[in-house]
T-cell receptor, first 117, second 106 residues
Framework: EVQLVESGGGLVQPGGSQRLSCAAS????????MSWVRQAPGKGLEWVAN????????NYVDSVKGRFTISRDNAKNSLYLQMNSLRVEDTAVYYC????WGFGDYWGLGTLVTVSS | EIVLTQSPATLSLSPGERATLSCRAS??????LAWYQQKPGQAPRLLIY???NRATGIPARFSGSGSGTDFTLTISSLEPEDFALYYC????????FGQGTKVETK
């Protein structure tokens, strides 16, 4: 059974940093593109970043370029999102998702990041 | 950026009725479009990918159609568990979502 479990969310001050993790199981992690998608409270979905199986290609939505870094450790079946220079508008539930030809076929339950002073 | 516009914003129907949801792209996305269902407090669930292919385990009452800029998700006969929020998403140019259509009980 495919499982994705996010962790690392919490309350952080504007300008601060947070690192999210996603533990994957039930599939061959090293062969899939992986992504982070976020959802601000009461709002729609936004695809934040993705990374290829080898970790050599990374893409970001414009609003997080230069501030967020996606990475992975295939030996640990884990996906990460390092978030720096956080803004109030980054407040959201962050979902880890496995990509299937550019679509998210499996999703974690999400982890809430709240950016507030 | 490709903008996806979903209509209507809210669809009020009764169980057993047919639901027709629309998603229009600001430029052609070929068939690179998916539909998701999301219930309160839950993650999105992939229903349809590449415009018309049902994802694993999705009931046959869900169907998708369209190509280019106009797409439709049809639920042939609404079950109680189908009342939820639905999003379309394109993968032609990066990945963007529509703003969602809420299917609510009439």
């Amino acid at each position: 059974e495919v499982q994705l479990v996010e962790s690392g969310g919490g309350l952080v001050q504007p300008g601060g940093s947070q690192r999210l993790s996603c533990a994957a199981s039930g599939f061959t992690f090293s062969t899939y593109w992986m992504s982070w998608v976020r959802q601000a409270p009461g709002k729609g979905l936004e695809w934040v970043a993705n990374i290829n199986p080898a970790g050599s290609t990374k893409n970001y939505v414009d609003s997080v370029k230069g501030r967020f870094t996606i990475s992975r450790d295939n030996a640990k079946n884990s996906l990460y999102l390092q978030m720096n220079s956080l803004r109030v508008e980054d407040t959201a539930v962050y979902y880890c998702t496995r990509e299937y030809w550019g679509f998210g076929d499996y999703w974690g339950l999400g982890t809430l990041v709240t950016v507030s002073s | 950026e490709i903008v996806l516009t979903q209509s209507p914003a809210t669809l009020s129907l009764s169980p057993g009725e047919r639901a027709t949801l629309s998603c229009r792209a600001s430029q052609s996305v070929s068939s690179y479009l998916a539909w998701y269902q999301q219930k309160p407090g839950q993650a999105p669930r992939l229903l349809i990918y590449d415009a018309s292919n049902r994802a694993t385990g999705i009931p046959a009452r869900f169907s998708g159609s369209g190509s280019g800029t106009d797409f439709t998700l049809t639920i042939s006969s609404l079950e109680p568990e189908d009342f939820a929020l639905y999003y379309c998403q394109q993968r032609s140019n990066w990945r963007t979502f529509g703003q969602g259509t809420k299917v609510e009980t009439k």
